[in-house]
């Protein structure tokens, strides 16, 4: 059976399907094989197309499907559509099957909370996320099943309301189906339509290991690219949460003092976040051109002067929601779901997309943008099934997120050397589609605030097993805060401002997080730890392969009795020779000779004071030195 279901005119796609008339055409490419797989309704109206994709060296498999109506006539009622419809051989039914999820980003302590759910008999699963945003609050587009030492990893390509159900039956197999929560749509002749994105990748042995696996595929397969290589994220200056409401703070010559603190600091980009237009956040969203009063010849000289020192430039916009009284509602009433009172503008509509899609081009390059941050503060479903007929139920979201995909598309390629930054109220827009054009520089909201250091080694042990890049807001230049938050990237809320502000400080917790990130882009190995408690010892490692190095990362925590824990590395060679150093909280540095296989059989993970880190950095020497016991001082040393 093929891997996924629907109804038409009332009869289940498993009834029908296999009899009507099939194409298939295969092409390979570099990064493995391409099929495209249609059928076609014998009288002539409805196509179905699957989209197949699989990668040479991975298990893994990913799809769309396609709905189109060829016929000249409305077709039968399409509904109950299953991307995903899978038969999970899980054989007897006294043994477990579990859950492997996240919970969806709240902006709060369970932000991304790992969930292990057992999947019983009689008793379904469903997951959905919270007002169509796909990782919001109660669901994450990213699990994976477990059954004995087997399972597989799911992701969802969906930037909208889906949903996923896990049944098991009393002799133990479990069906596992996935796609938009609600499509129960008529189609009109001549149009078409498309399902959410299927990635599955099967395992068997170690569990951890699967996820390695899976975050090699996504930084191989899916990630954005500049270059050829992935995304190089921001280390900036991003202050609009400490300073937005400081007189003077968002102006050109409080942003043109606020690129000279960056450079000063070390920073590679400048961040602007929503300060720069008028009306302000959040009653000015819908007004897309920068305040005359405040900024009188535009965001392009602050943009010079980030260049001119050899940063980035960051700029916030929130093009899908529209407030009353700015220029879209003014002006387009008729592009806002919710008229000329505010609310969510049409990407379902090719018009509006299309005006909004060049508006935004316009601003990239008149402002010299590098990185276009697109956020989404507003639940979109309501407005969405508002909008639908009795029998057109879904197809305003489908178009909808169909308009999102296009419209990012489009800046991409009109704005070459431009990437995107995707927020949500945070990270709650996490989703495979979205992960293809975009990266989550503000993956929580927790981040609008100081003093969460154990949410965000919580978020980084969570998010790690999926996605490949991510980053947060760091208040702190107290080593045990901002290593806590430190990622591929990081978002500096930098007291420059303010009376006693440690410039020195600041500029050494920057250098030391610049020699962190570079091992983010290679594989994730958790060690200790899983929730927010302050009981916890939270460890783990990160490894380059291409480079035979990486580091360890060690957390003891406020209430931990634990002085230190014994952890085996992974991924080295066991007779390479390595040199392994430590950095305590205070900065004192120690280093030694080993071998991989003494730190694949016991390396001690040593902080003897609560709330306070370690750092462990690996890299390979030449075999001749740990056999000659050579000196690394002098030249040698790191």
């Not at 992974?570 to 071998?595: D, F, I, M, Q």
Request: aromatic content about 10%; hydrophobic content about 40%; some cysteine.
């Amino acid at each position: 059976e093929v891997p996924f279901s629907f109804t038409y005119g009332g009869k289940s796609s498993r009834e029908f399907l296999q009899q009507w008339p099939q194409t298939r055409q295969v092409r390979r490419t570099p990064q493995g094989q391409e099929m495209e797989v249609r059928w076609r309704e014998p009288s002539g109206g409805l196509e179905v197309t699957a989209r197949v994709r699989t990668f040479a060296g991975d298990a893994a498999v990913d799809w769309v499907l396609y709905f189109r109506n060829t016929g000249s006539a409305d077709t039968p009622l399409l509904s109950d559509v299953h991307a995903l419809d899978l038969r999970l051989d899980t054989g007897f039914e006294r043994i477990p099957v579990t859950l492997h999820e996240l919970a969806g980003d709240s902006c709060s302590a369970n932000s991304f909370q790992p969930v292990d759910v057992v999947v019983e008999a009689g008793k379904p699963t469903h997951l959905a996320p919270t007002g169509g945003r796909p990782s919001s609050v109660s669901a994450f587009p990213f699990w994976d099943v477990q059954y004995k030492d087997t399972g597989v990893v799911v992701g969802i390509g969906w930037t909208g309301q889906w949903a996923a159900d896990l049944e098991r039956s009393p002799a133990g197999p479990v069906r596992v189906t996935a796609g938009m929560e609600v499509l129960r749509t008529v189609l009109h002749p001549g149009e078409s339509i498309r399902t959410p994105r299927i990635l599955l990748m099967p395992w068997h042995g170690d569990h951890s290991t699967a996820y390695v696996r899976f975050r090699r595929l996504l930084f191989t397969q899916y990630v954005p690219r500049l270059n050829g290589k992935p995304v190089t994220l921001p280390l900036d200056l991003q202050c609009f949460d400490r300073y937005n409401a400081t007189p003077g703070w968002a102006t050109e010559d409080g942003q043109m003092r606020y690129v000279r603190a960056a450079a000063e600091l070390g920073v590679d980009t400048v961040w602007l976040d929503a300060a720069w237009f008028p009306g302000g956040f959040p009653n000015g969203v819908g007004s897309w051109y920068a305040d005359p009063q405040r900024f009188p010849r535009g965001l392009k000289p602050i943009a010079d002067a980030a260049h001119e020192r050899g940063m980035r430039f960051v700029v916030w916009f929130e093009p899908e929601r529209v407030a009353a009284g700015s220029q879209i509602a003014n002006e387009h009433p008729e592009w806002v779901h919710g008229g000329s009172g505010g609310g969510l503008f049409r990407l379902d509509d090719p018009d509006a997309r299309r005006w909004l899609t060049e508006l935004l081009i316009r601003r990239v390059k008149e402002y010299g943008i590098d990185v276009y941050r697109n956020d989404f503060n507003i639940d979109p479903l309501p407005y969405w099934r508002a909008a639908d007929g009795p029998d057109r139920q879904g197809i305003t979201e489908v178009r909808y997120v169909e308009g999102l995909y296009e419209m990012w598309d489009a800046i991409l390629h009109a704005c070459p050397g431009v990437f995107i930054d995707n927020c949500a109220s945070g990270g709650r827009r996490l989703d495979l589609e979205a992960l293809m054009r975009s990266v989550p520089l503000w993956r929580s909201d927790t981040g609008c605030s100081p003093g969460h250091p154990e949410w965000n080694q919580m978020q980084s042990l969570a998010l790690a097993r999926y996605l490949p890049l991510f980053s947060v807001g760091i208040w702190s230049c107290v080593p045990y805060e901002y290593r806590s938050g430190i990622t591929a990237g990081a978002n500096l809320e930098v007291p420059y401002l303010d009376a006693g502000y440690d410039a020195k400080a600041w500029r050494l917790a920057v250098r030391e997080m610049q020699s962190l990130r570079k091992f983010w882009y290679g594989d994730f190995h958790p060690i200790a730890g899983s929730g927010v408690g302050p009981d916890e010892f939270v460890a783990w490692q990160l490894h380059r392969p291409d480079l035979d190095a990486g580091v360890v990362m060690a957390f003891r925590r406020s209430a931990c009795s634990l002085v230190g824990i014994v952890v085996g590395l992974k991924g080295l060679r066991p007779n390479g020779a390595y040199w392994v150093e430590t950095v305590s909280e205070n900065g004192k540095r120690s280093g030694r000779r080993g071998t991989g296989r003494d730190l694949m059989n016991g390396l001690v993970l040593s902080v003897p004071k609560p709330a306070t880190s370690l750092l462990v950095f690996y890299r390979p020497l030449p075999a001749t030195e740990l056999r000659t016991g050579r000196s690394l001082k002098g030249k040698h040393k790191p």
